[in-house]
């Protein structure tokens, strides 16, 4: 597509559980974010992949929250054992080089019971 | 850190009148971009304007344009001849040049358009 997708679009999960959250970006963008979104508030800055590698990952706010992109594309966020507190909207964004504009996709809203 | 304040939680204006956003920022760094998104109710957000921090000229996309004062660190966006479609949340951010480039967003503003 011409856009950054991410799947699901909801994921209601029961506390304890894990999860995955994917993100496809725009073909041929090398810079990867994930930022999370809680209800009423902006979005706050996750993690940030340059190519495979996660060059700045300071926004993570424990260790039970883990991302990947294995081939420089596709990109996976994972959380285990979730909270309820890890309810929120979890938005990924793409940009061709690092410093240009970030194209966001749709989120993936996620439900911790 | 930088931290991005809007001081209006909800704005509502009339279709075809000029609205003003506020957006008022704090940081060390000289060199920067700062950023209006908008957020409809479909998640996806949207770029709206760019500004960059050493153009001392005022961005503007057709009836979307900022004021842009750097001493006071004030980023205010202004929409003129609003139309039923700017009903969105519209968020404010920053993005300095060095490191991983990432957005830091303010709470955002509800923008209402009545018709």
């Known amino acids: 597509g011409a856009g950054v997708s991410q799947t699901p679009s909801n994921k209601v999960t029961e506390k304890g559980k894990y999860v995955e959250l994917r993100c496809d970006p725009i073909?041929?963008?090398?810079?990867l974010y994930w930022y999370r979104q809680s209800l009423g508030q902006g979005p706050e800055f996750l993690i940030y992949f340059q190519g495979t590698g996660a060059a700045d990952d300071s926004g993570l706010p424990n260790d039970r929250f883990f991302a990947v992109r294995p081939e420089g594309s596709v990109s996976t966020l994972k959380i285990q054992r979730t909270e309820r507190g890890d309810s929120a909207v979890y938005l990924c964004?793409?940009?061709?080089?690092?410093?240009?504009?970030?194209?966001f996709g749709p989120g993936t809203r996620l439900t911790v019971l | 850190a930088q931290t991005v304040t809007q001081s209006q939680p909800e704005m509502s204006v009339q279709e075809a009148e000029t609205v003003t956003l506020s957006c008022t920022y704090d940081?060390?760094?000289?060199?920067?971009?700062l950023f209006w998104y908008k957020q409809p109710p479909s998640r996806q957000m949207i770029l709206v304007i760019r500004?960059?921090?050493?153009?001392?000229q005022n961005a503007t996309e057709n009836r979307f344009s900022v004021n842009f004062q750097k001493a006071a660190k004030s980023f205010s966006l202004k929409i003129s001849d609003s139309q039923l479609g700017d009903t969105a949340m519209y968020f404010c951010?920053?993005?300095?040049?060095?490191?991983?480039?990432?957005?830091?967003f303010g709470q955002g503003t509800r923008l209402t358009i009545n018709p």
């Open positions: 951010a920053f993005m300095k040049l060095e490191g991983a480039q990432k957005l830091v």
């Open positions: 940081t060390s760094e000289n060199n920067y971009y």
């Open positions: 964004a793409s940009s061709f080089v690092r410093g240009n504009e970030q194209f």
């Open positions: 500004q960059e921090a050493y153009k001392q």
């Open positions: 073909s041929g963008h090398t810079a």
